[in-house]
């Protein structure tokens, strides 16, 4: 296994246009976490998965973005109605049952919304 | 609401200095990390402590975590150009979730 993998990692896309972004976390990994990520900001908490329940949605997310992690394996993020205001770096990362905190991330997603 | 806050914001030193930054709170975690970002890449671990007082060393890397656990340091021993990069620190807490906390990141820049 190499790692967290996303794919886009770049994605253009015109406002009022649905995206959707795919994480595959390292694969004994049971937690899951989407963050998104400013120029010259820390990442930004959006959700977090332990298997395939969605336990935390921070109350930052707009009813606009839905995540899902089937099987508790790949996680999808969808933003529908996209916004200038959501481009961002959208990173995932996993981490296993044990010290909180210690994640590995994936390169990341650059959404840019025309 | 738990904070973590970063200083300095931004920093440019010359090859070979030293350097130290900060990572502080008034929150109580139950372990922090350090993790480095190059531009349009994810963050990558650098170490995690868990233990209040914690010394550890990666390389020219050493990391403090304070007596209280709400507080820790990065000191750089003669940086590189290859250190440059968004020095993060983050948070970690048993909640209702395993819930983590970033703060801003001091950017460094390493001039040869």
């Known amino acids: 296994d190499t790692g967290v993998s996303q794919d886009p990692r770049h994605k253009i896309t015109k406002r009022g246009q649905n995206v959707t972004f795919r994480c595959d976390p390292i694969?004994?990994?049971?937690?899951l976490y989407w963050y998104r990520q400013t120029l010259g900001q820390g990442p930004e908490f959006l959700t977090y998965?332990?298997?395939?329940?969605?336990?935390?949605k921070s109350r930052l997310l707009s009813d606009r973005f839905s995540a899902e992690r089937p099987k508790g394996s790949f996680s999808t993020l969808e933003i529908q109605r996209t916004e200038q205001g959501d481009s961002a770096m959208y990173l995932c990362?996993?981490?296993?049952?044990?010290?909180?905190?210690?994640?590995?991330f994936g390169p990341g997603t650059r959404l840019t919304v025309t | 609401t738990q904070l973590l806050e970063q200083s300095p914001q931004f920093l440019s030193i010359q090859e070979g200095e030293n350097l130290t930054v900060y990572c502080n709170s008034s929150s109580v975690f139950s372990s922090l990390q350090w993790y480095r970002q190059e531009p349009g890449e994810g963050p990558v671990l650098l170490v995690t402590v868990v233990t209040g007082g914690e010394v550890k060393k990666l390389k020219r890397l050493t990391f403090q975590f304070g007596d209280a656990r709400k507080d820790s340091s990065l000191h750089i021993t003669a940086a590189q150009p290859g250190d440059t990069g968004l020095y993060l620190c983050a948070g970690g807490m048993k909640t209702s979730y395993d819930k983590v906390i970033f703060g801003p990141g001091t950017s460094l820049s390493v001039i040869p």
């Open positions: 998965f332990q298997n395939e329940a969605q336990l935390e």
């Open positions: 694969s004994e990994h049971n937690r």
């Open positions: 990362a996993s981490s296993l049952d044990m010290r909180v905190g210690e994640q590995y």
